[in-house]
């Protein structure tokens, strides 16, 4: 298993940017297909963005398509969301994620390791 940690959360108002990051323990970072998820009170974790194992293909979630960004830097072994446009619906706790098994996926079942989650909190 990998070891995620997350950072960049915090407040800012509607219409605002934010970047997450996130920093995996891993080895050979390259070796794991990566996602955001992201989970709001009450409700049930959900997929934001995935990336492939080399970060040339990328996912989106049709709510965040067009504002958000995912992209990795394998050497660093680190994952990023880039967070525009930010809509006081964006507001959740974000998770990376990492999976060993596919070279890109959406599904959450697929993942095994996960981080914390960092809080993302837009005010209207």
């Known amino acids: 298993q990998v070891q995620l940690v997350e950072s960049g959360g915090g407040l800012v108002q509607a219409g605002g940017s934010l970047r997450l990051s996130c920093a995996a323990s891993?080895?050979?970072?390259?070796?794991?297909?990566m996602a955001w998820f992201r989970q709001s009170p009450g409700k049930e974790r959900e997929f934001v963005a995935a990336v492939s194992r080399t970060g040339g293909s990328t996912v989106y979630a049709d709510s965040v398509k067009g504002r958000f960004t995912i992209s990795r830097e394998n050497a660093k072994n680190t994952v990023t969301l880039q967070m525009d446009s930010l809509k006081p619906e964006d507001t959740a706790v974000y998770y990376c994620?990492?999976?060993?098994?596919?070279?890109?996926?959406?599904?959450?079942?697929?993942?095994?390791?996960w981080g914390r989650g960092t809080q993302v909190t837009v005010s209207s």
């Open positions: 891993a080895g050979t970072f390259s070796a794991y297909a």
């Open positions: 994620a990492a999976d060993q098994t596919h070279w890109i996926t959406t599904n959450l079942a697929d993942f095994g390791s």
